[in-house]
């Protein structure tokens, strides 16, 4: 490589991790006063001295965001908060939550932010803080979930909402979300939904029990694959049994080959062994040539089983997609005079 493309390379590396990464929102420039009517709802209950370590505490957020250290900064303001709920902290971490890609959380913040308007703030950051509201609004969109199930726990992304009957409604991120309802005896139910900015997503979940879940979220009736599986312990130790025939045969023969009189002396010829005793010989073969076969099948309709298992399991389902065909699960016995098995036949 010349000197000059190397330098340009290391040039464009140098401007690259200058360039970001971009904090997307300022924080507020001030703190607030420790001075102030006590009538005032932010202030109401709240000492000086525990206005001065609120304050302190937010004042080293303000210096964790500009290092940044969005999310320390985050818990300083939220320690901050916990000692005296002025708006001025709230604005601050939710400016610190838009950050960190924590929209819904920011939300919330904002709105508690405006609720006693300009006067905490000053007309400046109050209009920040609408003009901030009204953008993050823009980017979320709602949701509202329904669950008329006695005792079903409810979740969203893994957070539990309610315990049924009940609903709820909120704010969520633009992008797909899991919701799960779950109560002992019944089947689970789970959604993928994704949620679109500035849009309602209705989502309402009922669970069945058990004996009714042969239709619901499984491409089968639950004993369909479990009969697959048992159909192949039953091949496979039908095989077994032929199995234990053919080592009887076997051994039957070795007895009556090593009485006759040819076999002490010299080799025997087919003449000397006899018709019965070569039958004997060919049957315990046989035999072994269908246990054998018996286990081979017994052993792959078990694994088919095992597999339509998998496939039975209570599937997510995308909001709003349609329902899949209704499948079903053929099994045949495959039986002639030198091969036993089964046909396993999946329509879906």
Known sequence: MKPANVSMFIGVIVCGMLAGPVRLHAQSPSAPTLAG????????????????AARALFLEGNRLFKIPLFARAAEKYTAALSQ????????????AQLNLGQEVEARNNLELTLKYGEEPLGAEQFQEAKKQLQEVEGQLG??????KTPGAEVTLDGV????????????AK?????????????LAEARRVTVSPGKLQDVALKLVTLSEAADTGRRWAAWKPWAVVAAGAAVAAAGGVIQTQSSRNFNTYDDQFLALPCAKIHGCTDTEIGPDLTSRLALA???????????IAGGSVIAAGIVLL???RPRLVEQGATRPPSASVAVVPAVSPDTLGILVSVIH
């Open 37 to 52: 009517d006590d009538d005032k709802p932010w202030n109401q209950g709240v000492t000086v001295e525990g206005r001065e």
């Open 84 to 95: 005296w709920k002025h708006p001025a902290f709230y604005f601050n971490l939710a400016l």
């Open 142 to 147: 709602r949701i509202r979930i329904t669950c």
């Open 160 to 171: 539990t909402l309610f315990t049924g009957p009940s609903s709820y409604e909120g704010w």
């Open 174 to 186: 633009a992008q797909a979300h899991e919701i799960t309802a779950k109560r002992q005896g019944y």
């Open 285 to 295: 073969k046989h035999e072994q040539q269908i246990a054998v076969g018996g286990y």
């Open 310 to 312: 998998y496939m039975n």
